[in-house]
Nanobody, 109 residues
Framework: QVQLVESGGGLVQAGESLRLSCTAS????????IGWYRQAPGKQRELVAG?????RYADSVKGRFTISGDRAKNTVYLQMNSLKPEDTAVYYC?????WGKGTLVTVSS
């Protein structure tokens, strides 16, 4: 049974940084199939970052967010810099029909 578990969310001020982690249970899980998504209140879930095409990012986060992976740790990271209030959302990692439960990121102005 594969599980994806996110961590690293929290409350920060605009301009600060956070790093989210997504750890996959099961040593054979192809972590580079995992992407980061977010869902803000009243909005649809959207892709934030993925590994396809050498790194795929939503326009709103390009230049501020970076996705990376550590195969030895079965973990995918999302480094988020220069956070803005509009980045406030529940962030999920997902891949191959598996989803984590999400971690809340709140950015205050």
């Amino acid at each position: 049974q594969v599980q994806l578990v996110e961590s690293g969310g929290g409350l920060v001020q605009a301009g600060e940084s956070l790093r989210l982690s997504c750890t996959a249970s099961g040593s054979m899980f192809p972590i580079y199939n995992i992407g980061w998504y977010r869902q803000a209140p009243g909005k649809q879930r959207e892709l934030v970052a993925g590994f396809t095409s050498g790194g795929r990012y939503a326009d709103s986060v390009k230049g501020r967010f970076t996705i990376s992976g550590d195969r030895a740790k079965n973990t995918v990271y999302l480094q988020m810099n220069s956070l803005k209030p509009e980045d406030t959302a529940v962030y999920y990692c997902g891949g191959l029909s598996y989803w984590g439960k999400g971690t809340l990121v709140t950015v205050s102005s």
